[in-house]
């Protein structure tokens, strides 16, 4: 199985375009962590957009640091950040190095070796045993990568605003959530 997946992984090119079409279009992908040489894998149903610098809910709007440096590198690589000091959440970087924009992984499907509630970035991170290692691991690796599903899917996409980013003003608003309609494993449907 794994290698099958590998041979799907998801060229640089996806990742090296606009954020918006990189986060509706990761819906449905296979998300792979290999973990003590078990694979760990899920169908992303839910993923939000943040746009760089000038998206005011992007952490890239604070400029620079040790914890954005991932989101201003290359794409195709992973951001990994804490929250509230207890909940990992897992990005996929998008677009130019430089720009810092990425895609956050909201939930996703379990598919195989995972166990309980993946409704959620942080309950995805826990489930896939993902956590800030990760941050800036090449998501091209045979360890930690996106792959297309075997067969073509078909599924309605749902767009709404993001989730907990009031303090972005008119940028809390921006449609930029995408989800698989009517998925169960939705984290707000």
């Keep these: ?4 997946l590998r041979r799907r992984r998801l060229p ?13 279009e990761l819906l449905g992908m296979r998300l792979v962590h290999v973990v003590d040489g078990v694979p760990r894998v ?6 939000e957009a943040y746009l ?7 952490h890239s709007a604070r400029g620079l640091t040790a914890r954005t440096r991932p989101m201003f590198g290359p794409p195709g690589h992973a951001y990994v950040y804490l929250v509230y000091g207890l909940h990992h959440c897992f990005n996929v970087v998008t677009e130019r190095e430089g720009h810092a924009a990425a ?24 489930a896939l045993g993902i956590d800030r290692r990760q941050s800036g691991h090449d998501l091209l690796s045979d360890d930690l990568f996106i ?3 075997a067969r073509r899917e078909r599924f309605a996409v749902a767009t709404r605003p993001r989730v907990g980013v009031d303090y972005a003003g008119a940028w809390a608003r921006r449609l930029l959530r995408f989800y698989v309609r009517g998925n169960r494993w939705v984290s707000r449907p």
């Design 1 to 4: 199985m794994i290698e099958e």
């Design 12 to 24: 640089r090119r996806f990742y090296d375009r606009d954020t918006r079409q990189v986060a509706r």
């Design 42 to 47: 899920a169908r992303i149903v839910e993923a």
């Design 52 to 58: 760089g610098p000038h998206d005011r809910a992007a």
């Design 103 to 126: 895609v956050l992984v909201r939930a996703v499907e379990p598919l195989a070796n995972l166990a309980g509630n993946t409704r959620g970035p942080g309950l995805v991170c826990r």
């Design 147 to 149: 792959a297309r599903p």
